[in-house]
């Protein structure tokens, strides 16, 4: 059974910063695509950052320079390095792993407030 169980989320000033963590189980970690996507409010899911078993890493413009993707294959965890965060950061975060098949996560709230 798959299992990414995102922490780390909670309220943050703008400016601010946060570290997401995913930890992973049932999967080969090592050779998934790890990810973190986004929700808003009245807003479709979407990209943030993923990470390939290389350690190859992409990112959506708007957060380019201010966030950092990285893995630790022995701890079998994900990372979101969130920096100078702003209010349209606010959302939904969800962990994903693309092993043939997407799975996610149950999701974390980031709340930047202005």
């Known amino acids: 059974q798959v299992q990414l169980v995102e922490s780390g989320g909670g309220l943050v000033q703008a400016g601010g910063s946060l570290r997401l963590s995913c930890a992973a189980s049932?999967?080969?970690?090592?050779?998934?695509?790890m990810g973190w996507y986004r929700q808003a409010p009245g807003k479709q899911r979407g990209m943030v950052a993923v990470i390939t078993s290389s350690g190859s890493a992409n990112y959506v413009d708007s957060v380019k320079g201010r966030f950092t993707i990285s893995r630790d294959n022995a701890k079998n965890t994900v990372y979101l390095q969130m920096n100078s965060l702003k209010p349209e950061d606010t959302a939904v975060y969800y962990c994903s792993a693309l092993r043939m098949t997407q799975y996610w996560g149950q999701g974390t709230q980031v709340t930047v407030s202005s």
């Open positions: 049932g999967i080969p970690f090592g050779y998934s695509t």
